[in-house]
């Protein structure tokens, strides 16, 4: 109950509320005011009350409290401002339920929000045909965070890794290995020159983009002694689709390449998935034949016989929205309409087509399943979801949506509304992070978006790399705690995963190495310090800190009573969380638990050197935080260390 206060005193309310007002039908809505002086939390339900019956909102508010009466674990109620009901927690009470939570052992910190309801999460799903950059990497850690706190909160979670294997992407790559096998040209990279296949792949494909944009700009300066590189595109991406030939082996392979590339680099994060979803397998298992089939049995759904889309089968939005082409004039099906074929397989409303393979074992153990492979296993069941969330860019937003509106548009409403795009912000590099990679721009800029057909970008393992290269170098004069490589590695994932976690995900992200790593203020850093504070402190007291039912929680000063106030608020964290697919709402919450934690080390005696009820009382709450702060960084995916 302490995790669930604001529930607890809305159902109180509600029930004061129904005796007192039996007629009416209001809303109570438990709110945090923004300072603790106003109350720990606060109700205005006195408003839609008076103005209903016309009455005084302070009468209401007095009429309300007297019917309220005594609550546990609230110390006091006041009335306030314009009928206010502000409640004020009794903390030495909610400290002792706190030590109950601890010595009960359990898990979920605040009970669970859901008994089981399906969730897909579908992340990372980069390109298969070079290195993954940062930009990529803010995917794949959204993904995984917003899938830990589901996990968390009771939800099955299923997470899935789409591979766009069949794409231009990977028909640029072949084309540039052809262009080097063939030698038609003599300017391309060497592969000599390189110790990671990702990385080769990464300059080869910007290398033939290049040559592709000139072609593109410029048709009429292709001769008759020059190769028709957009022609040749066009032919291999047309084996990919109809996956015959040596263009599709091919394509295969670099996939297959560059998946496991991708996977290894997201384990050293961390990241991990439960199966990989090939759109060849969405091809050859005749998804979208089932999917059209349903699409014109509904009236949205048209052919045009004239006007811009002439030739097209469209989805009609009506004068506010341009019309969606599902199939071009020449027949040819447009990226939405494969999409709204998977998402109906997701979503379990058509019948599986798939075969399953083992694609791996991961470095945590868990077994990585495939819809395309060499290793068959019976079948499972990844699909059949209540709810789907996306981590897709946002310039991918209006696509995302006509999937979603297409499932409403053939009956299934419900799914629609269950249908959430996590449309993230770009990832750019700062100034100085440009500098210090050494990557040359030619524009003057504070920042640098990342393209790969450009080849500007921080390559995901580099950064790794980079980071902890920088935290040994920075710490290699210290003699109390000479830093090792490993847990220079711990610091470097903590504050990489944080650092793509803390803004709000709809927001352009602005990467930096310097404030990444930064041991003060909002960084993963900062978390992990805290948390490692607080063991210290534990190992330093002896014996292990008895946890004694009988402790006394009197004379709790105000720092004391603020980190209470704040441990107590992580179910709501999580809730939030939840509520808006915004892993950032947890990382609020974990940071300012870090903050309030500081701020009561600081304001407090040596805990070590007191004595008594006060020196338990003490390390019970360091130990509380403990818990609280291990749990939560472990939903982040931040590494916990027991010295920095």
Request: charged share 25%; aromatic share 10%; net charge negative.
């Amino acid at each position: 109950m302490i995790f669930k206060l604001k529930e607890y005193l809305q159902s109180k309310v509600l029930d004061v509320v129904k005796q007192s007002f039996s007629q009416l039908e209001v809303p109570v809505e438990i709110t945090i005011p923004p300072k603790r002086t106003f109350g720990d939390y606060s109700t205005n339900v006195t408003l839609p009350i008076a103005k209903k019956t016309g009455s005084n909102t302070r009468d209401v508010a007095k009429q309300l409290v007297s019917g309220l009466g005594e609550i546990d674990l609230i110390e006091r109620i006041e009335i306030a401002g314009n009928g206010f009901i502000n409640f004020f927690l009794d903390y030495e009470v909610i400290a002792g339920k706190l030590l109950e939570e601890l010595l009960r052992c359990t898990d979920s910190l605040g009970g669970m929000i859901t008994d089981g309801q399906r969730v897909i999460v579908e992340h990372t799903s980069v390109n298969p045909n070079k290195a993954m950059h940062v930009g990529h990497l803010r995917n794949s850690v959204l993904g995984d965070a917003l899938s830990s706190v589901l996990k968390h909160a009771g939800y099955d979670v299923v997470i899935q890794n789409y591979i766009d294997n069949t794409g231009v992407q990977v028909a640029d790559v072949i084309l540039a290995l052809l262009a080097i096998k063939k030698e038609w040209y003599n300017d391309h990279p060497k592969e000599e020159d390189y110790d990671k296949r990702d990385y080769y792949y990464w300059d080869i494909y910007s290398w033939m983009a290049k040559k592709l944009g000139v072609q593109r700009d410029d048709p009429g300066s292709v001769s008759e002694t020059d190769i028709d590189l957009v022609a040749k595109e066009k032919e291999i991406i047309h084996a990919l689709e109809n996956q015959e030939g040596e263009y599709f082996e091919m394509g295969q392979s670099i996939a297959s390449e560059m998946v496991n590339a991708h996977l290894a680099t997201n384990s050293r994060l961390g990241i991990y998935y439960d199966i990989l979803v090939w759109e060849s397998s969405i091809i050859k298992a005749k998804l979208w034949e089932t999917a059209l089939e349903l699409l014109k049995k509904s009236d949205r759904f048209v052919f045009k016989e004239s006007g811009d889309n002439e030739g097209c089968w469209v989805l009609e939005y009506g004068s506010d929205r341009e019309d969606k082409i599902f199939i071009r004039s020449d027949g040819t099906t447009v990226y939405v309409a494969k999409d709204f074929a998977f998402h109906l397989w997701k979503f379990g409303l058509v019948e599986d087509p798939f075969k399953y393979f083992i694609w791996s074992t991961q470095t945590n153990g868990k077994k990585l399943y495939s819809t395309f492979g060499k290793e068959s296993v019976d079948a499972i069941d990844p699909a059949n979801a209540d709810e789907i969330i996306n981590v897709i860019g946002g310039e991918q937003k209006y696509e995302q949506t006509a999937v979603a509106n297409a499932l409403g548009c053939t009956g299934h409403a419900e799914q629609e509304s269950n249908y959430h795009h996590l449309a993230y912000g770009s990832v750019s590099l700062s100034r100085e992070t440009i500098e210090a990679l050494g990557i040359e721009v030619t524009e003057d800029r504070k920042s640098y978006p990342m393209s790969g057909r450009k080849g500007i970008g921080i390559k995901v393992d580099d950064l790794i790399d980079r980071m902890i290269q920088k935290i040994m170098e920075d710490r290699k004069d210290e003699k109390e705690f000479k830093i090792d490589e490993e847990t220079a590695k711990q610091i470097a994932i903590g504050a990489i995963r944080y650092f793509m976690l803390k803004v709000r995900y709809s927001r352009e992200l602005v990467f930096d190495f310097d404030q990444a790593l930064q041991t003060n203020g909002n960084t993963g850093v900062y978390l992990q310090y805290s948390l490692a504070r607080a063991q210290n402190i534990l190992k330093k007291s002896g014996d292990d800190v008895e946890l004694d039912r009988d402790t006394k929680f009197n004379d709790l000063s105000e720092h004391e009573t603020a980190l209470i106030n704040q441990m107590i608020k992580f179910h709501y964290a999580i809730k939030n969380t939840v509520d808006s697919n915004d892993p950032s709402f947890f990382a609020d919450y974990v940071y300012n638990l870090a903050t309030v934690f500081s701020s009561f080390y600081n304001n407090s005696p040596n805990i070590i050197k007191t004595v008594g009820d006060e020196r338990k009382r003490l390390l019970i709450i360091v130990k509380i935080f403990t818990n609280i702060m291990t749990k939560s960084l472990d939903i982040l995916g931040i590494p916990t260390l027991s010295r920095m």
